[in-house]
C-alpha cells in the first residue's frame, strides 16, 4: 500500500527532512517517467540506492575503511557474510550500514551489529577493538570531511553520525 510506501521512505530518511526529501523527489521522479508502471511496485532498495550514490561520500569511506596507518602488529582480519573480507573498520562501516538507518547507537547496537555481518560470531573483532576503532574513525572521518561527521561518546558509550547524509555512504 502507499502507507507502507511512505513508512519505508520515512525509515530510510533515519529522520533528515532532507533526506526524506531527497527520496521523495526521487520517487516522484520514478513514477513520472513511467506513469504506466506501478507506483506501489517501484524498485525502493535500487531508489535508495541510487539516492546514497549521488551523495558522494567516498574519499570520507574510504579513510574509515582503511583506518589510522598500521605500525608493527598487521590488523586482524574477519570474514563477513558478504563473502568479502576486513579488518576492525570494515566490519564496523558494515555494521553501521545494518537495517534499520539509524544516527544514534549504543555500545550494545553496535556490538550486535558487527554480530549480525561477521559470518561466525565467534570470530569478529572485540568490543575494545570496535570501541577504539569508533574513536579513531571519528577523529579520522571528521578531519576528512573537514566537518562533524561522527562522534563517539566515550561516557556514554555511544556513536552518533551527526551528519545525516553520512548514514548514506
Not at 529522520?15 to 526529501?21: I, K, R, V, Y
Not at 550494545?108 to 570496535?130: F, G, H, Q, W, Y
Not at 579513531?136 to 566515550?154: C, H, I, P, R
Request: net charge neutral; charged share 20%.
Amino acid at each position: 500500500t502507499s502507507n507502507n510506501i511512505i513508512k519505508k521512505i520515512a525509515s530510510e530518511a533515519a529522520g533528515s527532512p532532507l533526506l526524506m526529501q531527497r527520496l521523495c523527489l526521487e520517487y516522484s521522479l520514478c513514477a513520472y517517467r513511467e506513469p504506466a508502471y506501478d507506483t506501489l511496485n517501484i524498485d525502493l532498495p535500487a531508489l535508495f540506492k541510487k539516492n546514497a550514490e549521488t551523495l558522494s561520500m567516498n574519499s570520507i569511506v574510504t579513510v574509515m575503511k582503511n583506518g589510522p596507518k598500521v605500525h608493527g602488529k598487521e590488523r586482524s582480519t574477519y570474514i563477513f557474510k558478504n563473502q568479502k573480507s576486513g579488518d576492525t573498520y570494515h566490519c564496523l562501516i558494515l555494521a553501521l550500514r545494518e537495517d534499520p538507518p539509524q544516527t544514534l547507537f549504543t555500545y550494545n547496537e553496535l556490538i550486535d551489529r558487527a554480530k549480525k555481518v561477521c559470518l561466525e560470531p565467534s570470530n569478529m573483532p572485540s568490543s575494545s577493538s570496535l570501541i577504539q576503532a569508533c574513536e579513531k574513525a571519528a577523529t579520522l572521518v571528521n578531519k576528512e570531511a573537514q566537518s562533524f561527521y561522527l562522534d563517539w561518546n566515550s561516557e556514554r558509550d555511544t556513536l552518533h553520525i551527526a551528519e545525516p547524509l553520512f548514514i548514506f555512504f
